[in-house]
């Protein structure tokens, strides 16, 4: 009876913890790489790259003006035209002047 319930409870306990390693293995990732950095004496926000990519416009310097509107015939009607117009709808992104990327707020001077 104690036997049963011993490897029982291992069994439970090894379920557990493969259970947490898991869920928590990109947190740890995260936590190991921005300590690894701060070890380095990397900047923790840009790894020393001074620049951080721009949250608005992911990186690309240029918006899809209007993406929140699905149905747009004109547009439609415009990119099926060629490449011509491909361009009709994005906007440069103003957050970092279309660079796609912003000097890191950590380590401009
Ligand atoms: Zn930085
Ligand atoms: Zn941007």
Do not use: W, Y
Not at 74 to 82: C, H, V, W, Y
């Amino acid at each position: 009876m104690e036997n049963i319930t011993a490897s029982e409870l291992a069994g439970l306990g090894v379920g557990t913890l493969l259970f947490c390693a898991t869920i928590a293995a990109p947190k740890i990732d995260a936590l190991i790489s921005a300590s690894q950095r701060s070890t380095l004496g990397m900047c923790r926000n840009c790894g020393d790259l001074k620049m951080i990519a721009c949250s608005k416009c992911k990186g690309a310097g240029m918006i899809k003006e209007g993406s929140f509107m699905s149905f747009n015939p004109i547009e439609g009607t415009f990119q099926s035209l060629g490449a011509r117009q491909a361009k009709v709808g994005f906007v440069s992104c103003a957050k970092c002047q279309a660079k796609g990327h912003m000097s890191c707020p950590n380590c401009s001077t």
